[in-house]
């Protein structure tokens, strides 16, 4: 982040604080269906499926490496040549559809376990037994999908190459705000991946509202950070600002000795809104929320970034905390609420306080007809 974004951030916080205005009552009831409804959550994959997906780091692919992630219930290959090039595959053999790699790491040949079908890192069939037995015109690459990189993010298009263009432009407001961030300068910690039995927009405004600081991180992130908070919109994504206790203390100090990066964190939604990049001054991790085959089930996953090179273990430990803090108190509490709206729940509140969460429901509410 800018010295500049970082300063305007804690002056408008200070400002909050001192101001001690209440929040204007206006609150919103979205329709339970939004989570519990089957027929809500395939108008949502529809949705998802042809919008670009923000769904890694740069930095987890390094050259002459691959790595294989499920996006949205489609198995996929990421491949980086030794030039740098990422390239996005289907993880399906041409032959008869076996996932052609595995997990991740270095390879310059992919085998399919079923026959044997070798493929290249760029998908180019190049080796298969009883090769006269096949139709020499028939396309047998594996099946190209349209990924760029922006901003140290990787942004995957599903459907065909048409989403060539879409994929370019997903990020383009702001683009310039994540940049600051030099993602590109970090290096991986690890992602783990989890089933919830919860929808995945319950998951994702998880990451969304301070109001449950005090109440369901009162002896964890409560202790650490404040309930206080900035947001800003650019465009279709959100950036939500909240900052360490002891912001007060700038308030008496000269702005030329205000920390450069924000103390604190700032999560990022990324549009279509299944992406959150939450960062500190030291470390970046990114939340990914895909919805599973039924309305109160998702798989969800969890990046560590780190920046210091020379201090890997501190990022590990806020790595291990954040990833604590998410799997057994705000994970657990997004099932929770997931079982009354599948008992019959009809509806919930969105407080004003609350506004990342009523930016996000007023977008997804647009694409359900
Ligand atoms: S399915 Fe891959 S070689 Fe047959
Ligand atoms: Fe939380």
């Known amino acids: 982040m800018r010295p500049a974004t970082t300063h305007n951030l804690i002056q408008r916080l200070l400002d909050k ?7 204007a009552p206006a609150s919103l009831r979205i329709d339970a269906s939004h989570v519990s409804d089957p027929d809500v959550l395939q108008q949502d994959m529809e949705y998802l499926l042809n919008v670009p997906q923000i769904v890694g780091f740069s930095v987890e692919i390094a050259s002459g490496s691959y790595l294989t992630r499920d996006v949205l219930q489609r198995p996929i290959l990421f491949c980086r040549n030794n030039n740098g090039q990422l390239k996005a595959f289907l993880n399906a053999c041409r032959h008869r559809g076996a996932r052609v790699a595995e997990a ?14 070798c493929y290249d890192t760029d ?7 009883d090769d006269s037995a096949f139709d020499l015109n028939q396309d047998a690459s594996l099946l190209a999908l349209p990924v760029t990189e922006k901003a140290g993010l990787i942004i995957l298009g599903l459907q065909h190459q048409a989403m060539t263009a879409a994929t370019d432009s997903a990020l383009e407001n702001i683009e310039d705000e994540l940049t600051s961030f030099n993602l590109n300068g970090m290096f991986p910690l ?6 919830v039995k919860a929808n995945w927009k319950l998951i994702a405004t998880l990451s969304h509202e301070a109001y449950h600081f005090a109440t369901l ?3 964890s992130v409560a202790e650490v950070l404040m309930d206080t908070f900035v947001v800003d919109y650019f465009g279709q994504h959100s950036r939500w600002a909240f900052p360490l206790k ?4 700038w308030a008496q100090a000269p702005k030329s000795t205000w920390p450069e990066r924000f103390p604190g964190a700032v999560n990022h939604t990324l549009f279509p809104g299944n ?7 030291e470390d970046a991790q990114m939340i990914r929320v895909d919805p599973g085959a039924a309305p109160n089930m998702s798989t969800v996953h969890f990046t560590g970034l780190y920046r210091n090179q020379d201090a890997p273990e501190a990022s590990r430990e806020m790595f291990e905390f954040g990833y604590q803090v998410f799997t057994e108190e705000d994970l657990p509490i997004a099932e929770s ?3 009354g709206f599948d008992a019959g729940l009809p509806d919930m509140a969105i407080g004003s306080n609350e506004p990342v969460v009523k930016f996000w429901f007023e977008q997804w509410t647009r694409w359900i007809r």
């Open 104 to 117: 991740c790491g270095k390879a310059s040949t992919f085998v399919c376990p079923f026959h044997g079908w």
């Open 190 to 195: 690890e992602t783990r991946t989890l089933t």
């Open 123 to 129: 998908g180019e069939l190049v080796g298969r037994r």
């Open 17 to 23: 604080l001192t101001s001690n205005q209440p929040a």
């Open 275 to 281: 992406t959150v990049l939450i960062t500190n001054p």
């Open 246 to 249: 002891g912001i007060e203390k």
């Open 337 to 339: 609420c997931q079982r």
């Open 217 to 219: 991180h009162r002896r």
